[in-house]
């Protein structure tokens, strides 16, 4: 009963999957058809909806378009025919006036002469709210319109009434057609809103306008127009915006629109003006044709499928029945009875399957009975197999205890099958831990990638171990070194099945070797360090010679005092350079403790203005503020390293500039000082409002060439040195550096220099000074210049050619000896690194020659020579100078030498501004005016500017007190407040503040003339 209930189920099954068969063939066949029709259907639907949106589009961007020519034409009329060019100024304000009381749209209308000046302006609002147009705009404005072209603006949106706007021009002609000026109209778009909010599209449908920017201009919702609403997101916006202007017409699609809903979108560019009318459909409404075709083609489907399980379940009856006497014949053969025949009448496959049922029965009767003559030798020959395999097992167990390596076994997989005893010798490991693991998992990260790779290629071809020397980690983590042998095991059948194989322990061997080679190793890396600081020495030095030596000379030639702080700036700049050089030059003597701290009196306030000048221009682009606070109790003059110390600020602030491209760079100097003795403890930190840095990699910043991980190297750059030399420079002055940082917030430097002094005498800090060659002047003689690069001579010869000196040339030390011997040379400058022979080996040979052995050699060098170098050279010549070359330095060396004389040098450009004025007698009668209005307005200003100096709000002093000195002409004033203009530019602060200063003495100045003049008025009455 239970076995009948089994079958009946299981083959119900079967007559289920046919009709699941036949009904699955019968819907792919029907929904492969309907599924073409329903495709070329939407398609062509599509088609016709495309076209649909694109007459919309197209119309609701003519009405649009006609409008704005209708202006541009009502303009052209008023521009030829409207007594706007020879008319009074009354009339043709008349003429403005009447245009704007046409054209309600128009708010304001302005007239302009050839020369772009504003004739006359009608405007609907107070003159102190007309339009200022910016000069780019204005220069737009007249360069296209003066070209008998008419102009229309960008929308933007009037900050007063939130409106958008636009600029109209067109030109104003004569009846010959020349070019008499300009008539401009600024447009309010309001007018288009009531026209796009009674465009008709479909029965849901809207349309909008949007300038080139994706800004929108008109939409039936004023209140989003009025809040300057920018659409990009939509695609359709995107399209028209990041699209070639010369773009016709766009292709309606499915998108997003503008109030967040499903649309069939589709936009049409002006043209002129640059906007796009954009119109949307909802798309139930644009698709309803399609909706109504594919209900109706699901309705056919659901009735083929009722259709095609009524036929399946018929035909799965008629073929499932001879099967389930195949079914039941098989169970009686399963229970093991191999007398079953099956009796199916049929002339087709079941019928021979039954037939091979009957065959298979015979044979399984035969094969039972052999089966039961094995079974009766088979223990025997089991019993005889297992004592012969326990006899192997014991001696392989004996021969692995009793060696001295590690014998294993690994299948083909790298998994370790079998491990001997000794294991736990060799890596302190149970044999029982080691089952199971890879020889992999018992190496570092590096030796486990190098192994994996050399068995691959081992194991790919089936080959033997041998002497594979691998790096393997104890259980207590002890490096040790084994040497591995081993074979492939192979089965009868030869498939590859593993490796068995012997470790050997040879830690010990290996740190003897490696301790050779590392010590060999580092032998080689610092003398090659020591060959590359040489040679990048001098790569670096040799262009830095002639960047400062020609600034230097042009700084003390140049007459006009713009570019001659433009210059100077170039040398400090340079100079700035060149420390850094030497500094990262440094490096290797920070390591090998050959670096000293040089402690100098410092003015700690002029270094942080130096600072604050190198960073302007950078601070400036970016838009951020560079904040500096100095705590007030901080002594002018300190006891500092200032090479070093500029150098960790320039570092730190350096970096911040690179990470922060918002917000602002803070550097806090905070002081606490020390009651007992003269000394204080001095906080300097950066901050910054940049990336930030995560907790996990505050510690690595500060590793040799590490960076932040994550961090775009094209985007940010860098060698990731800057902060290594920065926190050695702080520990080699005592002090220790600190970093706090959140991602995204920002980040803060912090370092302290404790037990500062502070000089118990006062000490005067030097002002920088440039050297002025043409202050000395060398009498007759000569000079052998040698040196391979041509423009290191020129710029010697250039800055002595203004003294009584004949010079001669040599590219490199034979040249040299030769011209020496010629001409025999009052002095030679002898450059050392030089093709076909050096600077040392033709010295050499000069000094050694009767003739020019007593010739002066000055040696010139932009390598870092060591102690010893530096002494054998002292015995061949006679000074020794380093490039680049200072020019005070050079000129001190050859004075040793040559016969010179001083020359008075010229005075600097500020001390020649002279405050005198003279003033005409309208002037003289206005002087009241003048005064008052210095004191009321500028004055304050002034003051102001004083308390809290930022370099904008000084130029803006300048420019607006040259303003004043033009309107009144007062040449003084004009000339006076030029240089303030200047040194701001060129960011020259200590100039910039000298003559800032010299603002109170104006003043003063003008009241000492009104008081003569009040005098002689009353002496004369």
Known sequence: MNTETKTTIRFQSIKVTLALAFLALSLVVLLIALGLETFFNFKTQQEAIASQQQLIVQDAANKVKIFIQEKFRILGTIAK?????????????????KLLGTEPIFREAALLDTKNNVLVIASRLSSALSIQLTKPVSNDIFLKVSQGKTYISSVYIDKITSEPMIIMAVPVTNVFGDFKGILRVEVKLKFMWDLIGGLKIGNNGLAYVVDRQGYLIAFGDISRVLKGENLIHLKKVAEFVNGDKLFTRGN?????????????????????PDWAMVTELPILEAYNRIIRMIALSIGIIVMSIVLAIVVGIYLSKKITKPIIKLRDAANQIGEGNLDTKIVINTKD???ELADSFNKMTTELKKSKKKIEEYN???EQNVEERTKDLKLSEKRFKDIAFSSADWIWEIDKNGVYTYCSEKVEDILEYKREEIIGKTPFDLMTPEEAIRLRRIFSTISKDKKPIKNLENWNLSKNGKLVCLLTDGVPIIDDQGNYMGYRGIDKDITENKHGERLRFE?????????????????????LRTPMNAIIGFSELLVTSVEDEDQRS????????????????????????????????ELSPVNIHNMVKDIEKIFFNKVKEKGILFIIEIESDIPNILMLDEVRIRQVLINLIGNALKFTNKGHIRLLLNVTKHEVTNKIDLLMSVEDTGIGIPLEQQELIFEAFKQQQNQSTKLYGGTGLGLTITKRLVEMMGGKITVSSTPDQGSIFSFVLSDIKIPEQKITVESKTVFNPKSIHFEKAKILICDDNLINRKLIMNVLKHSSLDFYEAENGKVAIDLALKTHPDLILMDLIMPEMNGYDSAKIIKEHYDTKNIPIIALSASVLKNDELESYKSIFNDYLIKPLNLSELFESIKKFLRFKPVAAPIDSIETLKISFQFSEDQQGQLPCLLQTLENEFLPLYNEILKNPIIDKIEFFGKQLTSFGNKNSIETIIQYSAKIVVFAN????EKLFEVLGRFPMIIEEMKTLLKKQKYENSNTI
């Open 986 to 989: 060129n960011l020259d602060i």
């Open 81 to 97: 025919f409207g007594n706007i060019i020879n008319g009074t100024k009354e009339e043709k304000k008349l003429v403005l006036d």
């Open 349 to 351: 496959e079941i019928g």
């Open 252 to 272: 309606a699609e499915i998108s997003k629109g503008i109030r967040n809903d499903k649309v069939v979108t589709n936009y049409m560019p002006l043209g002129t």
């Open 566 to 597: 433009q210059i100077e700036m170039i040398l400090d700049s340079g100079k700035n350079l060149l420390k850094i050089i030497n500094d990262i030059l440094d490096l290797s003597k920070i390591e090998a403790g050959e670096f000293k701290i």
């Open 376 to 378: 009766s030798t088979l």
């Open 519 to 539: 010590k060999e190793t580092a032998e080689a890396a610092n003398r090659a360090k020591s060959e590359f600081l040489s040679h990048i020495s001098h790569e």
